[in-house]
Each structure stands twice: as C-alpha cells, then as structure tokens.
C-alpha cells in the first residue's frame, strides 16, 4: 500500500531536549510538508520541501529543522528553542509542489513536560 | 495572494438532517479547491477536490461540494448526517504549481442523535 507514515503516534520528552519526529512516504512525490496543529488553530506551516536536498521555511520554522536527503523521508527536529513544542505534528506529502493535493501521514502527538 | 475562510468553528446538526459547511476563498486566479477530513488524532483525508472541470463535484461518504465563481464559495454538503460523519472538516485553496497550499482554520461537526 502506498501512503505516508510517522512514527512514533505518541511521544514524550523532558524540557530542554531535542526530539526527532519521523516521516516517510512511498508516492514517489516530490514535495512534503510539516505542518503543527494546536487546538482552534487549523493547521500551520512549519517546512516544507519541494525536492531532495531542498527545503524552505514556512510560517512557524523558529524552532525546528528539517532535512531531505532522500525523496522518501523528510525527519522534523524539535529543539529546545521551540517555546512551546506540546502540539500534533502531521507531515504531507504531494506529487508536486503547489496545485496537487496533499497526502497526509497519521500524525505524532508531542508532550513536552 | 489566496486564502480561505470557514464560516462556522462548530456545526451541529441533528441525524438525518443536511449537513452545510461553509467555505469562502480569495484567489487572484482560478484555485484549486479541496475539502479535507479530520478524525480525532488521526492525519487529515482527502473528501473531494475542485479542479476546473465540473462544479459540483462529488467527493467520499457522500459528501459533495459545488464551486460557485460568483460568489467565491465552495461549500460542503451532505443530505443526510450520520454520526459516522461527526469530525474536523478543513477547507483548502491552492494555485497553479509552484504555490503554497492554504488551510482554512476547520470546522467541527457534531452530529446530534
């Protein structure tokens, strides 16, 4: 089956860690996202790629970074200059950068105590 | 420069009866218009797209969403709820490749029994 996954579903991390959140997909799509979605906040951009060893930060890059060293993966990084880190990460992909629809993985919840 | 509104944060609506969600957009030039699902920690599903062909456009689980030029709509509706239905809908606009995706802010159906 073709689809995008992340790993893991749940995470838990002590302040002033970092965090690596992972995300693959076997479309064969060029572009992936980061989103961050917080309570009453729909979605927000963090990053995103439109090719390999390519990426661009989106509204809300203060904090994270990103990596794209193959087509299939994009890893998100938490560090700890992000304030507040607590949120549902999901990560998309689509065929090409812009008019295609975007693909979504399941999500990974972050806690950050 | 584009974007989306969602009219409405929370939508009830009792079993049986017609789902309305409301999507208003801003676009220079002709979008593409996509209406997306959000089961509670879960990633976001494509329901149905709106890519310059037909205007009335059919989408999953019965949901269907007309793209009206004239009044910059493209709402969501549905005959009959079900409480299978009951989830985060997201509207989204994009442009010819090469732009960025935008997410409305959601909107959140309960559906009464």
């Known amino acids: 089956d073709g689809g995008i996954t992340q790993s893991p579903k749940y995470l838990f991390r002590k302040e002033g860690q970092n965090v690596t959140l992972s995300c693959e997909q076997n479309?064969?799509?060029?572009?992936m996202y980061w989103y961050r979605q917080d309570p009453g906040q729909g979605l927000r951009l963090i990053y995103y790629s439109q090719i390999v060893n390519d990426f661009q930060k989106g509204d809300i890059a203060e904090g994270y970074s990103v990596s794209r060293e193959k087509k299939e993966s994009f890893p998100l990084t938490v560090t700890s200059a992000q304030k507040n880190p607590t949120a549902f990460y999901l990560c998309a992909s689509s065929r090409t950068f812009g008019s295609y629809e975007q693909y979504f993985g399941p999500g990974t919840r972050l806690t950050v105590t | 420069a584009q974007s989306v509104t969602q009219l409405g944060s929370h939508v009830s609506v009792s079993e049986g009866a017609l789902v309305l969600l409301r999507c208003n957009y801003s676009?220079?030039?002709?979008?593409?218009l996509f209406w997306y699902v959000q089961y509670p920690n879960q990633g976001l599903q494509l329901l149905l797209k709106?890519?310059?062909?037909?205007?009335l456009v059919k989408g999953i689980n019965g949901f269907e969403a007309e793209f009206k030029k004239s009044e910059t709509s493209f709402h969501l509706t549905k005959p009959s709820a079900h409480m299978s239905d009951a989830a985060e809908y997201f509207c989204?606009?994009?442009?010819?490749?090469?732009?960025?995706?935008?997410f409305g802010t959601g909107t959140s159906l309960t559906v009464i029994p």
């Open positions: 676009s220079s030039v002709p979008p593409y």
């Open positions: 989204a606009v994009s442009v010819s490749t090469g732009n960025q995706f935008y």
């Open positions: 479309l064969n799509h060029d572009a």
């Open positions: 709106y890519t310059s062909a037909a205007t």
